[in-house]
Structure formats: structure tokens, C-alpha cells
């Protein structure tokens, strides 16, 4: 299972995910590719990155998943009155 996992947000406007520009407090954001200013902030940016967020959320439900069975696999190796599929 992985430590850590990252999500780049991207620009709604140019799908740029490195071009951005923050206030202190980002509070505000602006991409300096296109010039769309995000007067949200990274709260209005990761709205519009639901998605990418969600495949992300997806990937780690499954490693989750597959590390949880794995464990339950090692813990029960050897006995005789439980299996695990």
C-alpha cells in the first residue's frame, strides 16, 4: 500500500496543473497560463477537480482493500476452520 497519494489540481479553463499563482492565505488563485482567476480559491479549485480527486479516492479504497485481505490472508495462514477467498 502506498504512503502517500497526490492529486494535482487543474485549471477548469486549459487543464494546466502547474501554472498557478497564490495569495498568502490562498484565498485567492489565479492560473498564469490561461489568466482564469479563481476567487474561491483552492476551495473553488478542488470543487471543480471532484473528479480527479474522486479517482483518486477510488485507487486507495482498492489498495485499501487489497492490503486489508492480504493481512487477513497472513493472520489465518494455517488454520484449518477459516478461509478467506
Avoid: W
Avoid at 3 to 31: H, I, M, P
Avoid at 48 to 75: G, R, S
Amino acid at each position: 500500500m502506498k504512503e502517500q497519494y497526490n492529486v494535482s489540481l487543474r485549471c477548469a479553463t486549459c487543464g494546466c496543473d502547474d501554472k498557478f499563482e497564490f495569495n498568502e492565505d490562498k484565498s485567492y488563485v489565479k492560473c498564469t497560463f490561461c489568466n482564469r482567476e479563481y476567487l474561491g480559491g483552492v476551495e473553488e479549485l478542488t470543487e471543480l477537480n471532484e473528479d480527479l480527486i474522486d479517482e483518486v479516492k477510488e485507487e486507495m479504497e482498492q489498495d485499501v482493500t487489497t492490503y486489508i485481505h492480504d493481512e487477513l490472508k497472513k493472520a489465518f495462514k494455517g488454520n484449518k476452520y477459516i478461509k478467506i477467498k
